[in-house]
């Protein structure tokens, strides 16, 4: 389904024109498809990975028993029990890795040029930065409400290097570099948009000077997105719930990749993404509650939201 957008910013003159699918775009070019299909083998695996995320049990009693009442049996329950666990965790990093490796493809193909025309010209790879965007934020929720992750891990770690000291022979696949990376990963609240944020400003900075995908043209795409999204929920372009939910959290996710990438961030007067009409779209929608979570995105996990030149009332609307 399409909607013709006329999106006007704040303290900006030019209109926005742009046609968005996001229920049946299909890539077109061969290059489209091409930088689709790769992409498409990653985010094939978002589900399962939501999937596994979510239902992430944990090993919190067997790690206590095995801290209050210490033994060889409690101990080794603990360490079998955390193993399989870890392993659940190695492919949550092993994805952020490849999401990592596919994300600047799909900038070079959106940014390179006009970003507002490649968005209206490219609608399966918009949908596949939507997607993106959608992902990183379900996931980086899953794992915020579930403390057992980095309990599960620590814990991990610190019978490692007891077995270490001990001269054990160990036949693991998480080792110390890898659990040191894989600690760091997961010591971030909201892990995937870390990644996503770090891997876009090192492609960002690692290109030749002069040459690649500009700067401002990524901040565009993400502020083009925010604003088509935030104006398709607002008119009801969409009649399904999830649809727009999606469209919300691609929203949200394109704000905070946004603010952590310009030097100014999301939320000043200057910023072509009408922050207004955000927040009060999740505010507005379905009385708040589905979106709940996203408000709360904005408030804890950006960067510039209390910045001096933030306008008073965006802070408000966010308190």
């Known amino acids: 389904m399409g909607a013709l957008l006329s999106l006007l910013g704040p303290d900006h003159n030019k209109a926005v ?16 498809q091409r930088i689709h299909a790769q992409v498409a083998a990653v985010l094939n695996k978002g589900p399962k990975i939501l999937n596994l995320l979510t239902n992430y049990p944990g090993c919190e009693q ?11 049996e409690n101990e080794e329950a603990a360490w079998n029990a955390v193993l399989p666990s870890v392993d659940q965790l190695k492919e949550f990093y092993d994805f952020s890795l490849e999401l990592e490796e ?5 900038l070079v193909a959106l940014c ?16 596949q930065l939507a ?14 409400i579930n403390p057992a992750i980095q309990n ?3 814990y991990y770690r610190r019978t490692l290097n007891r077995m270490k000291l001990s001269k054990k022979n160990l036949d693991l696949t998480i080792r110390d570099e890898l659990a040191n990376r894989m600690s760091l990963f997961f010591a971030y609240p909201t892990p995937m948009m870390n990644a996503l944020s770090e891997v876009t400003a090192k492609f960002l900075n690692d290109q030749d000077p002069g040459s690649g995908v500009p700067k401002d043209n990524v901040s565009d795409a993400l502020a083009t997105m925010a604003n088509v999204c935030q104006h398709m929920v607002d008119v009801q372009t969409f009649p399904s719930e999830q649809t727009n939910l ?12 946004y603010d952590h990438l310009h030097p100014q961030g999301a939320f000043n007067k200057r910023s072509p993404i009408n922050m207004r009409g955000c927040i009060q779209v999740l505010k507005n929608f379905n009385g708040g509650a589905p979106s709940a979570g996203l408000l709360n995105a904005l408030r804890f996990t950006t960067k510039h939201l209390n910045d001096a030149d933030t306008p008073a009332t965006i802070k408000q609307l966010l308190a």
């Not at 046609?19 to 489209?32: R, T």
């Not at 997607?131 to 915020?144: C, G």
């Open 102 to 106: 596919c994300f600047p493809k799909l």
């Open 131 to 144: 997607d993106v965007l959608d992902f990183v934020l379900r996931f980086d929720d899953a794992k915020m």
């Open 246 to 257: 999606f469209c919300l959290r691609a929203m949200t996710g394109a704000i905070i990749l």
């Open 152 to 154: 599960d891990f620590s």
């Open 17 to 32: 024109d742009i046609v968005l699918n996001f229920e049946g775009a299909e890539p077109k070019s061969e290059d489209e």
């Open 112 to 127: 390179k040029d006009q970003p507002k025309d490649s968005l209206a010209n490219q609608q399966a790879l918009a949908r």
């Open 62 to 72: 067997q790690i206590r028993k095995a801290i209050t009442s210490p033994g060889p």
